[in-house]
């Protein structure tokens, strides 16, 4: 069945540095990678997401490069801040005969100013 | 617009009692879906509804039953809960490829 891996499960990094985050997925199927913030005690929400059609997407400090090929995407922020210490979600889903979200475990992410 | 709503925010239930969760979105989106959130393993898959009238099994759908009641609700059943069951449980819908909107979660403690 689908798969989305995610990885490093924590990562610590100085204010100001960049931070990357990584995902694989297993269904080539896939065309839709949404990557989700969940601030302790909160509901998950969207901050940047890209479709199988776009390489690369980028929104202020954050972005998001996609390597169909390779089925992997990754979330990268620059210049750090303390309020993006959060834990961060990769999903993938396909949007033809299923509408299944697939989560990966998850990145809890510390920035130490 | 209050956008998905989840009952109760907490809950704590006995080894074997039954409970339903609520969820009701005011979005008019066609798919919902229940998550559970566990330390370390991050947002599984309960249950999905793709539209109105249709449910499909998730990655860990055993111990949990789902009604997808009308366009707006979607509640999650536990017929006999397990300490196992002891989770945080979250709902949310979106419309087709689009950003999927979550429920303020519930946490649920079976002891």
């Known amino acids: 069945g689908e798969n989305v891996e995610q990885h490093p499960s924590t990562l610590s990094v100085q204010e100001g540095d960049s931070a990357v985050i990584k995902c694989t997925y297993s269904d080539s199927a896939s065309n839709y990678f949404p990557w989700y913030k969940q601030e302790l005690g909160k509901r998950p929400q969207l901050i940047i997401d890209?479709?199988?059609?776009?390489g690369e997407k980028k929104d202020q400090r954050i972005a998001v490069t996609l390597n169909k090929t390779a089925k992997h995407f990754s979330l990268h922020i620059t210049e750090t801040q303390p309020e993006d210490s959060a834990v961060y979600f990769c999903?993938?889903?396909?949007?033809?005969?299923?509408?299944?979200?697939?989560f990966g475990t998850g990145t809890r992410l510390q920035v130490f100013p | 617009n209050a956008g998905v709503t989840q009952t109760p925010k907490f809950q704590v239930l006995k080894t074997g009692q039954s409970m339903t969760l609520q969820c009701a979105q005011d979005m008019n989106h066609n798919s919902m879906y229940w998550y559970r959130q566990d330390p370390g393993m991050g947002l599984r898959l309960i249950y999905y509804?793709?539209?109105?009238?249709?449910?499909d099994k998730g990655e860990v759908p055993n111990g949990y039953n789902v009604s997808r009641l009308n366009k707006r609700e979607f509640s999650l059943r536990l017929e006999s809960a397990a300490p196992s069951q002891t989770s945080v449980y979250f709902c949310?819908?979106?419309?087709?490829?689009?950003?999927?909107?979550f429920g303020q979660g519930t946490r649920l403690t079976v002891v």
């Open positions: 509804s793709a539209s109105e009238g249709t449910t």
């Open positions: 890209i479709r199988s059609n776009v």
């Open positions: 999903a993938a889903s396909r949007s033809y005969n299923t509408d299944k979200l697939i």
């Open positions: 949310a819908s979106r419309q087709g490829e689009t950003e999927a909107f």
